[in-house]
């Protein structure tokens, strides 16, 4: 089966910065959009980033010019730099990916169990 596996997160002090990583593995045909979301204590999961397999991306306005995603299509991975963070960016932070199984006829959508990004001040 398809699996999602997130790593990259730690404890860094405000103005600091973090490398997420996230490897999709398994019987994969393709990969269409991949995306970070994150989910705060007491919040609602909301996006963060994403990618489509072409490289376009969009981020959310509370992370632009701080954050950048990217991805490389070979690995089936994609990344997030974070950098200048802030005590408000902690969160656990989860990728999920638009793919194509082996055989398969369209899209699903699959997660990773999340990766914890704590920001001291």
């Known amino acids: 089966q398809v699996q999602l596996v997130e790593s990259g997160g730690g404890l860094v002090q405000a103005g600091g910065s973090l490398r997420l990583s996230c490897a999709a593995s398994g019987s994969i045909r393709s990969i269409n959009a991949m995306a970070w979301h994150r989910q705060a204590p007491g919040r609602q999961r909301e996006s963060v980033a994403a990618?489509?397999?072409?490289?376009?991306?969009n981020y959310a306005d509370s992370v632009k010019g701080r954050f950048t995603i990217t991805r490389d299509n070979d690995k089936n991975m994609v990344y997030l730099q974070m950098n200048s963070l802030k005590p408000e960016d902690t969160a656990v932070y989860y990728c999920?990916?638009?793919?194509?199984?082996?055989?398969?006829?369209?899209?699903?959508?699959?997660w990773g169990q999340g990766t914890q990004v704590t920001v001291s001040s």
């Open positions: 999920n990916a638009d793919l194509r199984l082996n055989y398969g006829l369209r899209y699903m959508t699959y």
């Open positions: 990618i489509t397999s072409g490289g376009s991306t």
